[in-house]
């Protein structure tokens, strides 16, 4: 049996792009695709089972909020979800335990590796920095994946006791040095031609390891967000990142 998926953004860049990987699939069944003034009752009638949310941090709230509630599993790309927010979506879940939420900074598979390749370095070098690139529409910054890296070097550090990271600056115009999450600074780059992309530069005494991610077309991310729809009925209550889908061990 076919799972039932309705897409939220579906005339955005990702939505259009799930669309048509889910369409290509045996085991996934498109019935509704909405966009910007369609009724989320449509979500209800259409009988989805697992909701994709590819629309914007204005609207992903009370997106997530209706579904949840009306027992639909949610997949969620939609930048902009702080911790306040994933409280929230703990509490709905919380009410609707046989629901599951993913939401996940990346759906890149790659990327999602380059981020935990990156926190494992993060353990033996004294320094990282972290250097974002995307296009010009992009709404939030630094993106999602850059804080969630920059939160996986942070703990990852502190699971070996690390000691804070050495920056001598002490004068600097505004912005310079970038945002800083944690000990990890992050730096925003907005370029026409742009995609997705990211860079962790680590560095130590005598060396240098940068390792990158570089999402070259959008199709790039259909595999994970497959993923994520097949997985996310399985695993109830919130899950944040897709890694927790995949076997890394």
Do not use: C
């Not at 449509?42 to 989805?48: E, F, H, P």
């Amino acid at each position: 049996m076919s799972i039932k998926v309705a897409v939220l953004g579906a005339k955005g860049r990702m939505g259009v792009e799930s669309v048509k990987a889910i369409s290509r699939t045996s085991d996934l069944e498109i019935v509704a695709q909405l966009d910007l003034g369609d009724s989320l009752d449509l979500l209800v009638s259409s009988g989805a089972q697992v909701v994709v949310d590819f629309t914007h941090p204005d609207s992903v709230m009370g997106n997530l909020e209706f579904a949840i509630n009306n027992g639909m599993s949610v997949v969620v790309g939609t930048t902009g979800i702080d911790s306040t927010k994933l409280e929230k979506v703990k509490k709905w879940l919380a009410a609707n335990p046989k629901v599951g939420a993913l939401v996940a900074p990346n759906f890149g598979l790659g990327a999602v590796l380059m981020m935990q390749f990156a926190a494992q370095a993060s353990k033996y070098f004294e320094t990282v920095e972290i250097v974002e690139l995307h296009h010009t529409a992009k709404a939030d910054a630094p993106s999602g994946t850059a804080t969630r890296t920059a939160e996986l070097i942070n703990d990852a550090r502190k699971s070996v006791k690390r000691a804070p990271m050495p920056d001598a600056t002490t004068s600097e115009l505004d912005g310079a040095r970038g945002a800083k999450i944690g000990d990890v600074h992050i730096h925003s780059v907005r370029l026409r031609g742009l995609v997705a992309h990211q860079e962790v530069i680590l560095g130590d005494t005598g060396e240098t390891l940068s390792i990158r991610h570089d999402s070259i077309d959008r199709t790039g991310f259909m595999p994970g967000v497959l993923l994520a729809i097949r997985e996310v009925g399985k695993n109830p209550g919130l899950t944040f990142g897709l890694e927790h889908y995949m076997d890394l061990n």
